[in-house]
């Protein structure tokens, strides 16, 4: 059975880090796209970032670029997403979500509507 499973959301100050977690199971690991995303109360769902877990590309919205960093723990088939200078703004729940079958091509990775299979969610708030 595939699934995802976040961890590591908290309550944070404003200019502090937390990092997410996200294991993948059920063989959609190796070679596939693996995207984060969130959704403030109220707002539309929005994507942060994704990898491809090949390691070959990485990519982040303007709004986390340099702040915002996805790594990949190949041994424990485990995605992070490193949060550094937190902002207010930055609070929602966040979600990894991967593409099922797995994408034949790293050109899916960026196209929203091919992540089929979601975690749960993890709740990441920031006060100023």
């Known amino acids: 059975q595939v699934r995802l499973v976040e961890s590591g959301g908290g309550s944070v100050q404003a200019g502090g880090s937390l990092r997410l977690s996200c294991v993948v199971s059920g063989n959609m690991f190796s070679r596939n796209c693996v995207g984060w995303f969130r959704q403030a109360p109220g707002k539309e769902r929005e994507r942060v970032g994704l990898?491809?877990?090949?390691?070959?590309?990485?990519y982040y919205e303007d709004t986390v670029k340099g702040r915002f960093t996805i790594s990949q723990d190949n041994a424990k088939n485990t995605v992070f997403l490193e949060m550094n200078s937190l902002k207010p703004e930055d609070t929602a729940m966040y979600y990894c979500a991967t593409v099922f079958p797995p994408a034949p091509t790293e050109s899916w990775c960026k196209n929203s509507g091919s992540y089929t299979l979601w975690g749960q969610g993890t709740q990441v708030t920031v006060s100023s």
């Open positions: 990898i491809h877990t090949s390691g070959t590309m990485s």
